[in-house]
Nanobody, 123 residues
């Protein structure tokens, strides 16, 4: 019953900004890393940014200095503030949550994924 709900995607002109959010709901024992991936048509899915529970972040070189990932642990929500957007940022953005959860009476590692939200940067 774990669900990741993404929001904030849309159409924006080059140089503009968007803020994505992803809220995890349902039964999760513990959340570790949260992050964002993206996939453009005809391209491989790539990591955009990650953030640990303690706030340590990691960014793809292509977005460093332009994107900021943050999280609200109390709300199980991760955000991606995207600024100075470029056409090459156009992609479907997927929220990812690395978590520990129960399965058959044991704690296991899981990756949960959002449904994806389209970000289009175009003039």
């Amino acid at each position: 019953q774990v669900r990741l709900v993404e929001s904030g995607g849309g159409l924006v002109q080059p140089g503009g900004s968007l803020r994505l959010s992803c809220a995890a709901s349902g039964s999760i024992y513990s959340i570790d890393v949260m992050g964002w991936y993206r996939q453009a048509p005809g391209k491989q899915r790539e990591l955009v940014a990650t953030i640990t529970t303690g706030g340590n972040t990691n960014y793809a070189d292509s977005v460093k200095g332009r994107f900021t990932v943050s999280r609200d642990n109390a709300k199980n929500t991760v955000y991606l503030q995207m600024s100075s957007l470029k056409p090459e940022d156009t992609a479907v953005y997927y929220c990812n949550v690395a978590a520990i959860n129960w399965r058959l009476g044991s704690l296991k590692h899981y990756d949960y994924w959002g449904q994806g939200t389209q970000v289009t940067v175009s003039s």
